[in-house]
């Protein structure tokens, strides 16, 4: 099964920026998109940005549009989450995910520790 090894959380001020990074042990069927989620304190776990190994295609919330992208780097099998104009409501538990493409949509069923990003005001 895939392993997901997440990086690169910490403190940051407002107006800021933080790279997050998610290595993945392999890539295989099972793992059709690279996925980055959060989880504020209190609230449910939320999507916030995707993309696909093959074609790069990617998607993001509305909340972190023009804010944040998700480079890929294939060879290296690792995603990265470039936030940038970081405000307080960014702070969360982000997670990376994978997963098989079924049923016309990403099963998400392999997640990563987590690591926490706080943005100060």
């Known amino acids: 099964q895939v392993q997901l090894v997440e990086s690169g959380g910490g403190l940051v001020q407002t107006g800021g920026s933080l790279r997050l990074s998610c290595a993945a042990s392999?890539?295989?069927?099972?793992?059709?998109?690279m996925g980055w989620f959060r989880q504020a304190p209190g609230k449910e776990r939320e999507f916030v940005a995707s993309i696909t190994w093959i074609g790069g295609l990617t998607y993001y919330a509305d909340s972190v549009k023009g804010r944040f992208t998700i480079p890929k780097d294939n060879a290296k099998n690792t995603v990265y989450l470039q936030m940038n104009s970081l405000k307080p409501e960014d702070t969360a538990v982000y997670y990376c995910?994978?997963?098989?493409?079924?049923?016309?949509?990403?099963?998400?069923?392999?997640w990563g520790q987590g690591t926490q990003v706080t943005v100060s005001s």
């Open positions: 392999e890539r295989t069927f099972s793992s059709y998109a």
């Open positions: 995910s994978t997963g098989p493409h079924l049923g016309g949509r990403v099963t998400y069923d392999t």
